[in-house]
């Protein structure tokens, strides 16, 4: 794991995470030589960190509803080579405008070797592939020592013009450890910050809080602080890291007020900021018309519509500004046939309309869905991304797929809260995929080992998050990167692949792949015996702890859905079981597993199943789950021997 020097900093809502863009951004004077020695960093401290924070000092001062000033001073120690990544990057767009940027680095002993400034940073757009425009930057700084330890300190002053976007303050990092670091907030009384803290025990922070006739101030430092290690399935870092997370509750974005008093205040606010933006025209009007003429049922007219979203428009990025929360208009869409998330949702909110559908868009956290802790009880933006919500149906849409079945929204979309966006009324609600959806991987496998070389029918069968990936790998590769993508799957490669038909449902969340091939070999023969991993072409081995270690945080796991297999392969005539024949089930808090060997005539027949559990077990129970897959894993690596009497 890198040591990664860049401080968050998010788009979309550039508040909440969109693309979970963590950059850390660091500030500090010039100071005498010696000082920050790395010798002078106690020994307790050092244990198990790749970087020391010596000293930070981050400061948030609000002025207005529309200008604050950021802060930031930070002086860090490097330790460790192989978790350096050597860089630093600071990130300014329209609404963060940065000055007073300085960058020293100093060796071992704390002695000064160079001083940079602004113009020795190179500069860089952020996104780069799908975006369509964008003013979003960052500037860059290498750091190459050959040396280690070594020490960088960087000023910097953020003036920032939207309050939506004062950030929350990261203490700190897995690996680091802290020596000092001390965090103040400053606000007029009339213009309300709310704060709270996560993952912060009280033994471990000093707080105080100020109030004059104007202002209210309030500071935390953090003193000491030993490094946090990431361990093997660690819950997301949410979860783990202590955070600070700040909002204002009163705020201006282009000339529309908002609020963060509640769920439903920031959700007016979202849909004012976009109220012009879903005016059909006649010419949408017209195309819907065509689109549903002959419709059996609202569900039809919605399916029909979709798939003309889906084949008509292309998604692009947009973060211009205002634009990484307000759409482009429908008409702008319509036209130039691509639109970002909430363009599409809106867009597509604008077709539902013509048909006289009701639908409402919503605002989501599109990825791993731990990877951001939604508080019901503290109302800030954590969204990147948007959907589309027909009540309806209750029924909800991903607008940026190109192949997503009606009422599928994906793995990264489904099983979490997302902000219905309405004037009036609008709520959390949990997301989920239309019906009831399997989340499985179903291998069906026929060897036909009779010949001088195997022959192998091989049927692989995806459902739900399975299926995901492929279906974007039927549409944008060609049959040569298809059939690489295939062979990436299998353990045991063919000398030659005779045939390659991979499809999915349209209908369906579900994507399948029907192959033929050889293989030099399958087993193998010494003498009259025959040794074989029967499953070999496709074993599903989970990783797990080669060595026992003291698991100090709880886990997290991440299992979705079923694995299953069948095996069956066509033996020359005359062999008999000697040893090794499998026929066991196990259940436990993590999962179950069940396996079967069978031998009726030639015919060698193994099945398998494997279902994990998800969810966040105790630390004391980590190493009752390395045992567990520890002997799944050795049941799918373990040899059958046939004998031939």
């Given at each position: 794991?890198?040591?990664?020097?860049?401080?968050?900093?998010?788009?979309?809502?550039?508040?909440?995470?969109?693309?979970?863009?963590?950059?850390?951004?660091?500030?500090?004077?010039?100071?005498?030589?010696?000082?920050?020695?790395?010798?002078?960093?106690?020994?307790?401290?050092?244990?198990?960190?790749?970087?020391?924070?010596?000293?930070?000092?981050?400061?948030?001062?609000?002025?207005?509803?529309?200008?604050?000033?950021?802060?930031?001073?930070?002086?860090?120690?490097?330790?460790?080579?192989?978790?350096?990544?050597?860089?630093?990057?600071?990130?300014?767009?329209?609404?963060?405008?940065?000055?007073?940027?300085?960058?020293?680095?100093?060796?071992?002993?704390?002695?000064?070797?160079?001083?940079?400034?602004?113009?020795?940073?190179?500069?860089?757009?952020?996104?780069?592939?799908?975006?369509?425009?964008?003013?979003?930057?960052?500037?860059?700084?290498?750091?190459?020592?050959?040396?280690?330890?070594?020490?960088?300190?960087?000023?910097?002053?953020?003036?920032?013009s939207c309050n939506f976007l004062i950030p929350d303050f990261y203490v700190q990092s897995y690996d680091?450890?802290?020596?000092?670091?001390?965090?103040?907030?400053?606000?007029?009384?009339?213009?309300?910050?709310?704060?709270?803290?996560?993952?912060?025990?009280?033994?471990?922070?000093?707080?105080?809080?100020?109030?004059?006739?104007?202002?209210?101030?309030?500071?935390?430092?953090?003193?000491?602080?030993?490094?946090?290690?990431?361990?093997?399935?660690?819950?997301?870092?949410?979860?783990?890291?202590?955070?600070?997370?700040?909002?204002?509750?009163?705020?201006?974005?282009?000339?529309?007020?908002?609020?963060?008093?509640?769920?439903?205040?920031?959700?007016?606010?979202?849909?004012?900021?976009?109220?012009?933006?879903?005016?059909?025209?006649?010419?949408?009007?017209?195309?819907?018309?065509?689109?549903?003429?002959?419709?059996?049922?609202?569900?039809?007219?919605?399916?029909?519509?979709?798939?003309?979203?889906?084949?008509?428009?292309?998604?692009?990025?947009?973060?211009l500004g205002v634009g990484g929360w307000q759409s482009f208009p429908a008409e702008y869409v319509h036209k130039n046939k691509f639109g970002d998330c909430k363009a599409l949702s809106y867009y597509?909110?604008?077709?539902?309309?013509?048909?006289?559908?009701?639908?409402?868009?919503?605002?989501?956290?599109?990825?791993?869905?731990?990877?951001?802790?939604?508080?019901?009880?503290?109302?800030?933006?954590?969204?990147?991304?948007?959907?589309?919500?027909?009540?309806?149906?209750?029924?909800?849409?991903?607008?940026?797929?190109?192949?997503?079945?009606?009422?599928?929204?994906?793995?990264?979309?489904?099983?979490?809260?997302?902000?219905?966006?309405?004037?009036?009324?609008?709520?959390?609600?949990?997301?989920?995929?239309?019906?009831?959806?399997?989340?499985?991987?179903?291998?069906?496998?026929?060897?036909?080992?009779?010949?001088?070389?195997?022959?192998?029918?091989?049927?692989?069968?995806?459902?739900?998050?399975?299926?995901?990936?492929?279906?974007?790998?039927?549409?944008?590769?060609?049959?040569?990167?298809?059939?690489?993508?295939?062979?990436?799957?299998?353990?045991?490669?063919?000398?030659?692949?005779?045939?390659?038909?991979?499809?999915?449902?349209?209908?369906?969340?579900?994507?399948?792949?029907?192959?033929?091939?050889?293989?030099?070999?399958?087993?193998?023969?010494?003498?009259?015996?025959?040794?074989?991993?029967?499953?070999?072409?496709?074993?599903?081995?989970?990783?797990?702890?080669?060595?026992?270690?003291?698991?100090?945080?709880?886990?997290?796991?991440?299992?979705?859905?079923?694995?299953?297999?069948?095996?069956?392969?066509?033996?020359?005539?005359?062999?008999?079981?000697?040893?090794?024949?499998?026929?066991?089930?196990?259940?436990?808090?993590?999962?179950?597993?069940?396996?079967?060997?069978?031998?009726?005539?030639?015919?060698?027949?193994?099945?398998?199943?494997?279902?994990?559990?998800?969810?966040?077990?105790?630390?004391?129970?980590?190493?009752?789950?390395?045992?567990?897959?520890?002997?799944?894993?050795?049941?799918?690596?373990?040899?059958?021997?046939?004998?031939?009497?």
């Amino acid at each position: 794991m890198k040591v990664n020097n860049i401080h968050s900093l998010r788009l979309f809502d550039l508040k909440g995470p969109l693309f979970l863009l963590l950059f850390f951004l660091y500030s500090g004077a010039m100071l005498g030589g010696g000082e920050w020695s790395a010798d002078k960093i106690s020994a307790s401290i050092k244990e198990g960190a790749s970087i020391v924070t010596r000293l930070q000092i981050e400061s948030l001062e609000v002025l207005g509803k529309t200008k604050s000033i950021y802060k930031m001073r930070h002086i860090y120690t490097v330790l460790d080579k192989d978790k350096d990544d050597g860089a630093v990057s600071i990130y300014y767009g329209e609404f963060f405008k940065l000055s007073n940027i300085s960058l020293t680095i100093y060796d071992a002993s704390g002695d000064k070797v160079k001083t940079y400034k602004k113009n020795d940073f190179a500069d860089h757009k952020l996104f780069d592939g799908s975006t369509l425009q964008d003013d979003i930057r960052y500037l860059t700084f290498p750091i190459q020592r050959a040396e280690y330890p070594y020490t960088v300190e960087i000023n910097y002053e953020r003036l920032i013009s939207c309050n939506f976007l004062i950030p929350d303050f990261y203490v700190q990092s897995y690996d680091e450890a802290i020596e000092r670091k001390e965090i103040s907030i400053k606000f007029p009384k009339d213009l309300q910050i709310k704060m709270k803290s996560y993952n912060i025990d009280k033994e471990d922070v000093i707080t105080e809080a100020q109030t004059s006739d104007n202002t209210e101030t309030f500071s935390w430092v953090f003193k000491d602080k030993k490094a946090l290690k990431f361990e093997t399935n660690s819950p997301p870092s949410s979860e783990v890291l202590p955070l600070i997370k700040c909002v204002a509750e009163k705020f201006v974005m282009g000339k529309v007020e908002g609020s963060m008093d509640s769920w439903e205040s920031f959700s007016s606010f979202m849909y004012q900021l976009n109220q012009d933006r879903f005016t059909p025209t006649e010419e949408i009007k017209t195309v819907v018309a065509g689109l549903i003429e002959g419709a059996e049922s609202e569900f039809d007219k919605i399916d029909r519509i979709y798939s003309y979203l889906k084949a008509n428009m292309r998604y692009v990025n947009v973060s211009l500004g205002v634009g990484g929360w307000q759409s482009f208009p429908a008409e702008y869409v319509h036209k130039n046939k691509f639109g970002d998330c909430k363009a599409l949702s809106y867009y597509m909110k604008t077709l539902l309309s013509v048909a006289g559908i009701e639908s409402y868009t919503a605002a989501t956290y599109r990825g791993e869905k731990r990877e951001v802790r939604l508080d019901e009880n503290f109302t800030e933006n954590v969204f990147n991304h948007m959907i589309l919500y027909i009540p309806g149906q209750d029924l909800f849409l991903e607008c940026t797929s190109r192949n997503y079945p009606t009422g599928y929204v994906g793995s990264d979309n489904d099983q979490r809260k997302c902000l219905i966006v309405k004037p009036n009324g609008g709520m959390l609600k949990e997301v989920k995929n239309r019906g009831e959806i399997s989340d499985f991987s179903f291998d069906d496998i026929e060897i036909d080992i009779t010949d001088e070389f195997p022959k192998v029918k091989y049927r692989m069968e995806k459902s739900g998050n399975h299926q995901e990936d492929w279906r974007y790998i039927i549409d944008n590769y060609s049959q040569n990167d298809k059939e690489k993508y295939f062979l990436s799957f299998l353990d045991l490669p063919p000398s030659k692949i005779e045939n390659l038909d991979i499809k999915y449902d349209k209908e369906n969340a579900i994507a399948i792949a029907n192959a033929e091939f050889d293989l030099l070999k399958f087993g193998n023969v010494t003498g009259n015996r025959f040794f074989v991993n029967v499953n070999a072409i496709n074993r599903l081995v989970i990783e797990n702890e080669k060595e026992k270690k003291e698991r100090k945080e709880n886990f997290y796991l991440n299992f979705r859905g079923a694995y299953k297999a069948k095996v069956t392969v066509h033996l020359p005539s005359g062999y008999q079981v000697e040893h090794g024949m499998l026929d066991q089930k196990v259940e436990s808090p993590f999962g179950a597993y069940e396996v079967k060997t069978t031998l009726d005539e030639n015919v060698l027949t193994y099945t398998r199943t494997f279902n994990g559990k998800e969810g966040l077990f105790q630390a004391d129970q980590y190493e009752d789950y390395n045992n567990f897959i520890k002997a799944f894993n050795k049941i799918e690596n373990s040899r059958l021997v046939l004998v031939k009497p």
